[in-house]
């Protein structure tokens, strides 16, 4: 079960790999300064997946205009997320959750395998959207058991722009 809105946020500290080499982002370093928008997603280099991070990365500003910080989880390792980001000019940093962690601590992985999409695979996250605000509480939470199916951004921008 997802983590549910004000619930306090689990802190992690999940690496990157960005232009100048690997980077650890911790959440609670943009408590007190910032919101921040958590998209988890089942795995780069997938339709739907490349479809969500370039449509965040296109309309970034929008969410940097409402002091929020947006990042992509997923259990793909940094180097696959960084060539997927540069295949695709995905502008969103992407965190990896490798151990999964992260996507339990939240309540977001699937049980076992994906059977919608067929994959017969389990240990990736669902679909989900968590906005988290200054003070480190969950103001948003929204979690899709159909990998195919989107956030809600209008839902998303309405509330970044409401704690902005």
Known sequence: MPLSVGTKAPDFTLSTKAADGPKQIKLSDNFGKKNTLLLFFPMAFTGTCTAEMCEVSQGMNAYTDSNAAVYGISGDNPFAQEAWAQKEKITVPLLSDYEH??????????????????????GVPKRSAFIIDKSGVIQYAESNDDARQLPNFDKIKAKLAELS
């Open 101 to 122: 962690q992260v996507a339990e601590d939240y309540g977001v992985m699937y049980d076992s395998f994906l059977p919608q999409m067929n994959l017969g695979m389990g």
